[in-house]
T-cell receptor, first 112, second 113 residues
Framework: GENVEQHPSTLSVQEGDSAVIKCTYS??????FPWYKQELGKRPQLIID?????GEKKDQRIAVTLNKTAKHFSLHITETQPEDSAVYFC???????????FGKGTSLLVTP | EAGVTQFPSHSVIEKGQTVTLRCDPI?????LYWYRRVMGKEIKFLLH????????ESGMPNNRFLAERTGGTYSTLKVQPAELEDSGVYFC???????????FGQGTRLTVV
């Protein structure tokens, strides 16, 4: 089955700096790669996703890149703010309706 | 529109007891998933319903876990008898039949003592 590795497990940055979280996956059939943000005590929420026919996608301060050949994808957050502090999960799955395979999560702390 | 709702939010039970978790997906979402996160580890897939049918239950840890989705609406996940290692946060998620985006509930934190 699919195996998703996520690094780092914890990340601390100063406000205004950039943060990068990286994930690798093992199943070349995976073609959907979402990122979820989970704030303390809240539900995981989708913040951005990318499909295998796209190499990069941006949404304001958040971007995701995908390298299908190398089987890795990354989340980039620029101009970080304290409210970006949360646990971020990457995931991979196949065609629509398939279950998500998650990484172990990255606890991001943005200090003022 | 109401999101995915899970009950209860917390449950503390003794080893050997039974607990039933409930998930109400977003109306119209045929896909319903159960996941579990044990402390510090990844969110692991348990099973997937399409309407009332079990599409994939490969993630269910053992036969102490029973999931149902009668009528294709809400789902229940019963753990009987509960063991210490069953402690964790159980998430439910739902998505449209032809969609990838999964919407999560707030989770049920289960503690077995």
């Amino acid at each position: 089955g699919e195996n998703v590795e996520q690094h780092p497990s914890t990340l601390s940055v100063q406000e205004g700096d950039s943060a990068v979280i990286k994930c690798t996956y093992s199943d070349s059939a995976s073609n959907y790669f979402p990122w979820y943000k989970q704030e303390l005590g809240k539900r995981p929420q989708l913040i951005i996703d990318i499909r295998s026919n796209v190499g990069e996608k941006k949404d304001q301060r958040i971007a995701v890149t995908l390298n299908k050949t190398a089987k890795h994808f990354s989340l980039h957050i620029t101009e970080t703010q304290p409210e970006d502090s949360a646990v971020y999960f990457c995931a991979a799955s196949g065609d629509s309706g398939y279950a998500l395979n998650f990484g172990k999560g990255t606890s991001l702390l943005v200090t003022p | 529109e109401a999101g995915v709702t899970q009950f209860p939010s917390h449950s503390v039970i003794e080893k050997g007891q039974t607990v039933t978790l409930r998930c109400d997906p977003i109306s119209g979402h045929d896909n319903l998933y159960w996941y579990r996160r044990v402390m510090g580890k990844e969110i692991k897939f348990l099973l997937h319903f399409v309407k009332e049918s079990k599409q994939d239950e490969s993630g269910m840890p053992n036969n102490r876990f029973l999931a149902e989705r009668t009528g294709g609406t809400y789902s229940t996940l019963k753990v009987q008898p509960a063991e210490l290692e069953d402690s964790g946060v159980y998430f439910c998620a739902s998505s449209l039949r032809e969609g990838n985006e999964a919407f999560f509930g707030q989770g049920t934190r289960l503690t077995v003592v």
